[in-house]
């Protein structure tokens, strides 16, 4: 478990070095700030290292809120990196500004040569909501622009990549409107915003959205605390025929973790296992990042923890 005594740490992504290593980067916020619910507007993307994933080394932060005045001054949220096919490192992170005290949510970019210095690509944000599918700030509707938690993936047929993106439609019951936005680009620079991958299935938002291919089917990872009809705090895993979707999110089955969320799909050992951070146990926020549980997919129920194999006895 990766644990700050000084600092709340949530949401996390991770990218494995050609030498094995595991590199952790997630929100972190010092517990200074007393009410747990205060750190969002002061989060910036910590940095660990691991052979196992279960023991850390902290290293360097990635990155941190930018000097005002610029659109991502106030607080750098979730995202994801990748490699690219130059040999460097993106980090693609969610950026919020002063300006807009926090509520509009843009999609930027980092870059490394060593995974340990970052440095912005330019000086604006990279992807932004294109109203012509997605709900631009309506306090009305909403209380934030939801457009954050990128998630970068080559397009399997070798055709650039594609982003997906923690986003609401512009049509629909105001509670409902979430959906997974769409982007892709040819050359992980270049983006070009797409409908919705998603149709809204009475979710306000599907947050830290990620795909991978677990047993042989193409999933759809995501979490939401904001559900018109339904328990809150749920993760959620959608099968399709292609990581590419569309993703049918009405028929998503929920994952039984009850206190962990903002969970990653990692390879571990020779399956797979989840890793997020553990949110609230008896009431109280514990904003740590749990070691990994190993789990399976199960056609018809989903996910589920994966036990650990039979030992025979010798004799």
Request: charged fraction near 20%.
């Amino acid at each position: 478990m990766l644990r700050l005594p000084d600092h709340w740490v949530w949401d996390s992504w991770y990218a494995q070095d050609d030498d094995g290593s595991w590199h952790a980067f997630f929100l972190r916020a010092s517990r200074a700030l007393l009410d747990p619910h205060r750190r969002h507007r002061r989060a910036s993307i910590g940095h660990a290292v691991s052979a196992d994933l279960r023991s850390w080394q902290l290293v360097p932060d990635a990155l941190v809120p930018a000097d005002s005045p610029a659109w991502d001054d106030l607080a750098t949220w979730t995202g994801c990196t990748v490699r690219g096919p130059d040999g460097r490192w993106y980090l693609f992170y969610t950026g919020v500004g002063r300006a807009e005290d926090g509520l509009v949510q843009r999609v930027g970019l980092a870059v490394s040569d060593d995974l340990i210095t970052w440095h912005r690509h330019g000086d604006g944000p990279l992807v932004e909501a294109d109203p012509t599918w997605y709900e631009l700030l309506d306090p009305q509707m909403w209380y934030e622009q939801a457009w954050r938690d990128p998630w970068v993936f080559p397009d399997p047929a070798g055709d650039g990549w594609h982003m997906l993106i923690t986003a609401r439609a512009n049509q629909g019951p105001a509670a409902e409107r979430g959906v997974i936005g769409h982007a892709t680009s040819p050359d992980l620079l270049t983006w070009t915003v797409k409908p919705p991958l998603s149709a809204p299935a009475g979710f306000g938002h599907l947050e830290v959205p990620q795909v991978a291919v677990v047993d042989g089917q193409p999933l759809l990872l995501f979490c939401t605390n904001a559900v018109a009809d339904g328990p809150e705090h749920q993760l959620w895993v959608v099968p399709a025929p292609t990581v590419g979707g569309p993703w049918d999110v009405a028929a998503a089955q929920p994952i039984a973790l009850p206190n962990l969320y903002a969970p990653r799909l990692v390879p571990d050992d020779d399956g797979w296992s989840l890793i997020g951070f553990v949110d609230h146990v008896d009431g109280e926020f514990v904003g740590a990042i749990s070691d990994p549980v190993p789990v399976h997919y199960q056609p018809g129920t989903g996910l589920l923890p994966r036990l650990p194999a039979a030992r025979t006895s010798g004799g």
